[in-house]
């Protein structure tokens, strides 16, 4: 139980492309998702908080025009990285968590994402 | 300004031994500790703490969280190659239910 499924797992495109990753969990209804960012040899970023029926709320530093976080079901998050440039090239993880009682949050393959 | 701090930041044994890995923490509205195991791709779910004093066991793993002195270990005994991993803790909070990570103990586990 409890699996979290990525989508893509790894994208190359030019710079200026918009990409969009998913994020599912598969059995398990997912109030509230997360997304973070994970630089080589470093720890995991948290980005922002993604919560069912609501606007997200972003850590300080994270970009909301830049990436736009929609949790449109309760199943599934999705992360779109608006006019990509190299700079945003990265891991990218997203996790969710079950809305019932002390349950671990449980995290997805992850996107690897190259911008040329 | 919330933190956690994992050590050593790197460690290397050969199979047989026994490691401790550390984490401390300071953060705000601390609901739980919790440990995960990372290889090649996302982070593998091992222990989530919510009690002081109370060791919880997985195989070869274990793990207890210390409230009062914002501490938690992770114990693995009978160390095998397959234990090569980042391990990484994470306090989380409650309101949104986010967690805070350390920058992980890269364990290396020799034959």
């Known amino acids: 139980g409890a699996v979290v499924s990525q989508h893509p797992s790894w994208v190359i495109c030019k710079s200026g492309t918009s990409v969009k990753i998913e994020c599912r969990s598969l059995d398990f209804q997912a109030t509230t998702m997360f997304w973070y960012r994970q630089f080589p040899k470093q720890s995991l970023m948290l980005m922002a908080t993604s919560n069912e029926g609501s606007k997200a709320t972003y850590e300080q530093g994270v970009e909301k025009d830049k990436f736009l976080i929609n949790h449109a079901s309760l199943t599934l998050s999705t992360l779109t990285v608006t006019s990509a440039h190299p700079e945003d090239s990265s891991f990218y993880i997203c996790s969710a968590r079950g809305g019932a009682g002390n349950q671990p949050q449980h995290f997805g393959d992850g996107t690897r994402l190259s911008i040329l | 300004e919330d933190k956690v701090v994992q050590s050593p930041l790197s460690l290397v044994v050969h199979e047989g031994d026994t490691v401790t890995l550390n984490c401390s923490y300071e953060v705000t509205n601390f609901r739980s500790l919790l440990w995960y195991k990372q290889e090649k791709k996302a982070p593998t779910f091992l222990f989530m703490l919510?009690?002081?004093?109370i060791e919880k066991k997985s195989g070869r793993l274990s793990s207890i969280l210390d409230k009062k002195e914002l501490f938690s270990i992770l114990n693995i005994t009978a160390t095998q190659t397959g234990d090569s991993a980042v391990y990484l803790c994470a306090a989380e909070r409650y309101n949104n239910n986010d967690m805070r990570f350390g920058a992980g103990t890269r364990l290396t586990v020799k034959p």
């Open positions: 919510t009690s002081s004093g």
